[in-house]
């Protein structure tokens, strides 16, 4: 069955508030869910909150769960569907509990038995397809589970690491959190994150990594005391490292030009001691909303400048021409190099909603070249990997405004970070590539372009 009706709204609502659903019946709902997105083309995260709402009865571990085989699924939609010759969500669902969770086909035939509320139990052709099919003969957007039309640019930024970066893509990304040191050093908040089993990350000197659990999930930081008392955020590793490598200097006018939720705002003001005049803005005032209760809560210092509607809409920034110093552009994009944490976005991106996104890039390069004092730099960050948002955008500007920028080498942007970062990056034409295969990260590029004197 393709899209198995969801069996428990009526008949045993009672029962199931006793007792969390069996792994079975979490199979059920994830189908129902996979059909939903599938048959209305909507984002998960819609659809498992509709489902949630539909099924009061479904506890917090329940819906984390379902979420989970969910976005298992979606990570390995076009390689679960070419092991199980088809594409529907139940055999997408099959395919990825074999590749994602390593299942054999004793192990699923047991979840898909047709007993109470568990999906209909297999079929020969199901079993033979999960004990003898592979992904050999797979051309490489099933072997990698990306969008066939990105594949070739895709090729120009990771070369003989297409596959291998792309499988990375398709793995559970790990749960970062960054200290702030406006409260302190790292070390002093490790004791109190032990019991979750925190090491410090690879790269980032402020970083902590907290393993997750088997069903993809972390501990809930945000609702523990240190959280509350602005003690860390929870940030990638990648989005860290671009933050530093923007390399901030105290007693500089620096611009947070697409700021939203504040997170590389927080960064900024904590490597620079709350030292810099810090100003955060960004296109949409509504993605600023969470910004002023996290520079509440960490201690951080910024200016935040909210844009107004209307018709005469006015340039928050005018004042600021020509004077700043450091503009850190941290470009609306694809979010490629996050399909490890948004996987149906990889599957909801059309070539429109990339030209759309160039054009947003070009908006915003020109609007940081004229925020830039001669002499001072453009940082710009993207959590792409693709190279028409990265090193093209960076050529697009240098064109644009011919003669007036030069791109800071990467040694010289490199050497803001550690040492085992250099080793580890891969070096585009105009900048640095982050990725999960290379560095452990979601995929941030970064390039840094001085405005000449």
Known sequence: MAGQAWPFRDAVDSFQRIRPLTPAARCSAAIEVLTDIAERRRPAADALKDWGLAHR?????????????????????????????SDSPRAVLIGALRLQQGLAAAS????????????????????????????????PEVA????????????????????P???????????????????????????????????PTPHAPQG?????????????????????????????????????????????????????????????????????????????PRRLAPIHERLRRSGAGAEVRSPRGGRARIDVLEDLDGTVDRVLVDAPCTGSGTWRRNPDAKWRLRPGSLALRTA???????????LVRPGGRIVYVTCSLLSVENDAAVDGLLSRWRGR????????????????????????THGIQ???HRTGTDGFYVAVIARNA
């Not at 052709?125 to 051309?139: G, H, I, N, S, V």
């Not at 105290?250 to 810099?276: H, Y």
């Not at 947003?360 to 004229?370: G, H, P």
């Not at 800071?408 to 250099?422: M, W, Y």
Request: aromatic share 4%.
């Open 144 to 163: 990698g589970d990306a969008p066939a039309f990105v594949l070739s640019d895709l090729a120009v930024t990771l070369g003989d690491d297409l596959i």
């Open 360 to 370: 947003e890039q070009t908006q915003v390069l020109d609007r940081a070249a004229r």
């Open 208 to 284: 902590l990594r907290i393993p997750i659990g088997a069903d993809g999930r972390g501990p809930a930081l945000h609702v523990e005391a240190e959280f509350l008392e602005g003690w860390y955020e929870i940030q990638d590793e990648g989005s860290q490292l671009a933050a530093l490598l923007a390399a901030p200097q105290s007693g500089e006018t620096i611009v947070d030009l697409c700021a939203g939720g504040g997170g590389k705002t927080l960064a900024l003001a904590a490597e620079t001691g709350n030292g810099a005049h810090l100003i955060a803005t960004d296109g949409d």
């Open 57 to 85: 009865f479904a506890g917090s571990g329940d819906r984390a769960g379902i979420a989970s085989l969910v976005y298992d699924a979606l990570r390995r939609r076009s390689s679960a569907a070419w092991i199980m010759g």
């Open 434 to 436: 982050l990725s999960p």
């Open 165 to 199: 970066e792309l499988k990375a893509l398709a793995r559970r990304a790990p749960l970062d959190i960054r200290v702030n040191t406006l409260r302190g050093p790292r070390d002093e908040i490790l004791p109190a994150l032990a019991a979750f089993g925190a090491e």
């Open 108 to 139: 699923v035939a047991a979840l898909f038995s047709g007993e109470r509320f568990a999906p209909e139990p297999l079929t020969d052709d199901e079993r033979a397809r999960l004990d003898t099919a592979t992904l050999q003969d797979a051309p």
């Open 405 to 428: 920028f030069t791109v800071i080498a990467a040694t010289e942007v490199l050497a803001a970070g550690p040492a085992s970062l250099r080793e580890a990056v891969r070096i585009t």
